[in-house]
């Protein structure tokens, strides 16, 4: 599978599942909904917006964020919804065959002290999982979501 497919299979309504592990046990759960929109001007774009709720301590906290994908070259580059919009990582595929059933990327970047470390892991159409290794001075954690899309039908 290319990563123009995988691109293009990204698009659409997703339930996700995230874990932060901060610490040995320290793990704070979360859920909500993501949406991956097409740009009617670009086909090679779509706008990311999360929604969803983490549950630390008791306390329930509201959590959103929103990123720009856009297909490259052949590459799947992620932004920061910005303006301007600034560059957050191209994704590295490791492996494209569809016989080995599950497609790994990576990527890394650098913010100032902090690295974060990306690692995909695309299983079918419909589902898919995200994970960030999060080192630096003042962070040292691990952000797991799930992604399974969400059919709508009108």
Known sequence: MDPGK????????WK?????????????????????????????VLFYKEDLYLLANSEKIDVSKEYIF????NNISVFFKEQPERFFYTLEFENLSEIDKVITAKAE?????????????????????LSYQVKGPKKDYIMTTMYDRINITN
């Open 70 to 73: 856009r297909y490259i070259g």
């Open 16 to 44: 996700i599942y995230r874990t932060i592990q901060e610490a040995p046990k320290n793990m704070i759960p979360g859920e909500g909904k993501a949406i991956f929109t097409s740009d009617s001007k670009d086909p090679n």
């Open 6 to 13: 995988i691109f293009r299979l990204m698009g659409g309504y």
């Open 109 to 129: 970047h650098l913010c100032i002290k902090d690295t974060y470390k990306a690692y995909y892991k695309f299983f079918d159409n419909n589902k898919f999982e």
